[in-house]
């Protein structure tokens, strides 16, 4: 079956990085493909006819090049292949169970092994094909090394199509595991991108009026207005026409507002994620490398950036306010930073279950999870 698709070393070069399981998967099915077509049409499955071998071979191809097809669209590169990587699974599993039955009874015997392996790896214990199929992976067993029992076993049409289907449910039972764990990186990817906003939107406030979110404190006895750049007295900015016509309160918001900069907001939100950052390190503690393209551990990480920096801010905006008792004057600048620091690591404390949910989602690819009642 020649190849007149893009070539296979093309799409490597290109989709290698992001995508590697679909690339050397495919690659090694069009060597495969490749084999069995040059087989004679009566040595291929025996139990067909030459049309039906012809039928299967195109149906192949079909099934490879549309694979390739997607693998080698502008799309794919822009968009790293989120939306096109569950067809290219498709496409290459539709593949491979069109080639067990393409191929002789000793082809099929070479694949029980991986083919018991994604059974194992992807069925759940009481699912009826995975039932069926171990039943008969110990019959053969029973048969030793009879090699002319297990292919006249295997040579039986409904053994051949019992064990495709179990290859075939293996397979879609990993795409649907894949699809999840895309998923949920997808939900974790937009909330990112809200938080980033957020976050933008609140810096570009700070500095357009920054005495709106103007996180600056009156420690008492010290006659001085504390922000997060700037420490200034309250001598510094009366006036004694003010003194005259504003009460004590409106002197204080007039010292704040000559105190407070425009960069406030952003230095807060910057500190808030460091925080954050260092506490996000540990999240490569609990979920760790995985096979498929998509870490969580990474996107996790990078959620918790904005989400510890906008964190930062509003609980100094909650101090500012009074809400914590206690805490309602904080002494100095650097005072302030520190808070800003506990606040954006603090967002670990919301975060948790996040990550134990991301870790759940990423072990499930690859292994059957059972439910507490199965």
């Keep these: 079956m020649p190849n007149t698709g893009a070539h296979p070393q093309f799409i490597a070069n290109m989709a290698q990085r992001r995508f590697p399981i679909a690339v050397s998967d495919l690659t090694a099915w069009q060597d495969e493909a490749r084999y069995l077509a040059q087989l004679p049409a009566t040595a291929a499955n025996p139990g067909g006819t030459p049309q039906t071998a012809a039928e299967l071979d195109q149906a192949i191809k079909h099934h490879l090049d549309a694979a390739q097809a997607r693998l080698t669209r502008p799309r794919f590169k822009m968009m790293l292949g989120t939306t096109l990587i569950g067809s290219v699974m498709a496409h290459v599993h539709a593949a491979e169970s069109l080639m067990l ?52 076993l295997v040579s039986s049409g409904h053994v051949r199509e019992e064990i495709i289907n179990a290859g075939t449910a293996a397979n879609m039972s990993y795409r649907r595991e894949y699809a999840r764990m895309l998923s949920f990186h997808r939900g974790l990817t937009a909330w990112t991108v809200i938080l980033l906003v957020l976050a933008a939107g609140l810096a570009v406030w700070g500095a357009v009026r920054p005495t709106d979110l103007a996180i600056c404190f009156t420690p008492q006895g010290q006659g001085t207005v504390v922000c997060p750049t700037r420490e200034s007295p309250y001598a510094a900015e009366n006036t004694e026409s ?133």
């Design 242 to 374: 003010s003194a005259q016509v504003s009460s004590g309160e409106q002197r204080r918001d007039e010292v704040i507002a000559g105190a407070v900069r425009p960069t406030d907001i952003s230095l807060l939100l910057l500190v808030g994620m460091a925080g954050a950052a260092v506490t996000a390190a540990g999240s490569f503690r609990s979920v760790g490398g995985t096979a498929t393209p998509f870490n969580l551990a990474i996107a996790m990480a990078l959620l918790k950036l904005p989400l510890g920096a906008l964190i930062a801010v509003f609980g100094l905006l909650l101090i500012r306010g009074g809400f914590f008792p206690g805490l309602s004057d904080l002494d100095s600048a650097p005072q302030i930073l520190a808070w800003a620091v506990i606040f954006g690591a603090a967002q670990q404390l919301f975060t948790v279950m996040v990550d134990q949910q991301a870790k759940r989602v990423q072990d499930q690819v690859g292994e059957v999870v059972e439910a507490p009642n199965e």
């Design 101 to 152: 039955r393409r191929g002789d009874t000793d082809y099929l015997l070479g694949k029980l092994p991986k083919i018991q392996s994604d059974v194992r790896n992807h069925l759940r214990l009481k699912d009826p094909q995975r039932i069926g199929f171990e039943q008969l992976m110990r019959d053969m067993d029973k048969l030793g090394s009879n090699g002319q029992a297990k292919r006249d």
